[in-house]
T-cell receptor, first 111, second 113 residues
Framework: KAGVTQTPRYLIKTRGQQVTLSCSPISGHRSVSWYQQTPGQGLQFLFEYFSETQRNKGNFPGRFSGRQFSNSRSEMNVSTLELGDSALYLC??????????FGEGSRLTVL | KQEVTQIPAALSVPEGENLVLNCSFTDSAIYNLQWFRQDPGKGLTSLLLIQSSQREQTSGRLNASLDKSSGRSTLYIAASQPGDSATYLCAVWDSGNTGKLIFGQGTTLQVKP
């Protein structure tokens, strides 16, 4: 079974731009959650989608948004990028109530 | 608000030692607890999931225990190897069947040959 796939793996943007990150979950997993990892704040929950519906949202500004498609693939978008958005963005998939499996992450650098 | 703490923040041991990593959480009403490993620049690899009704889980040289009443979990690594060098993270589930985890800051382990 293929693992969680995230694209792109690395990207560089400038302040004010927007970015879209993609996540393909493990086949059969309908829950996809997103996390931001920074050296200062550690791993913080962004949001979770289940069957195309946002089920949970973390404490992030509205510039951070996401969606999930009917095939369970998910995207997250960050608009009006700020320097502080530089981070490793991790996606995880799971069956309801089951173990979370993470992808390799998308490393975003904002200049 | 649930808070997760991992002690120590860093640990350096010679190869072959048995070691214990600690994780504590403030709200004992957790659902599940999961231990992860992260290598530099990589994603998280799941090590062990302890469900709310369980007290421990074992996988190879790893054993994780959970004591909800005291708000603690420990990860025991037997006969450590240089390949075990990584950051170990524990996370508690915020509620039932959702994918929202609250993470500790991690313990960075170095195993010296």
């Amino acid at each position: 079974k293929a693992g969680v796939t995230q694209t792109p793996r690395y990207l560089i943007k400038t302040r004010g731009q927007q970015v879209t990150l993609s996540c393909s979950p493990i086949s059969g997993h309908r829950s996809v959650s997103w996390y931001q990892q920074t050296p200062g704040q550690g791993l913080q929950f962004l949001f979770e989608y289940f069957s195309e519906t946002q089920r949970n949202k973390g404490n992030f500004p509205g510039r951070f948004s996401g969606r999930q498609f009917s095939n369970s693939r998910s995207e997250m978008n960050v608009s009006t990028l700020e320097l502080g958005d530089s981070a490793l963005y991790l996606c995880a998939s799971s069956e309801p109530g089951g173990e979370l499996f993470f992808g390799e992450g998308s490393r975003l650098t904002v200049l | 608000k649930q808070e997760v703490t991992q002690i120590p923040a860093a640990l350096s041991v010679p190869e072959g030692e048995n070691l214990v990593l600690n994780c504590s959480f403030t709200d004992s009403a957790i659902y599940n607890l999961q231990w992860f490993r992260q290598d530099p620049g990589k994603g998280l690899t799941s090590l062990l999931l302890i469900q709310s009704s369980q007290r421990e889980q074992t996988s190879g040289r790893l054993n994780a225990s959970l004591d909800k009443s005291s708000g603690r979990s420990t990860l025991y690594i037997a006969a450590s190897q240089p390949g075990d060098s990584a950051t170990y993270l524990c996370a508690v589930w915020d509620s039932g069947n959702t994918g929202k985890l609250i993470f500790g800051q991690g313990t960075t382990l170095q195993v010296k040959p």
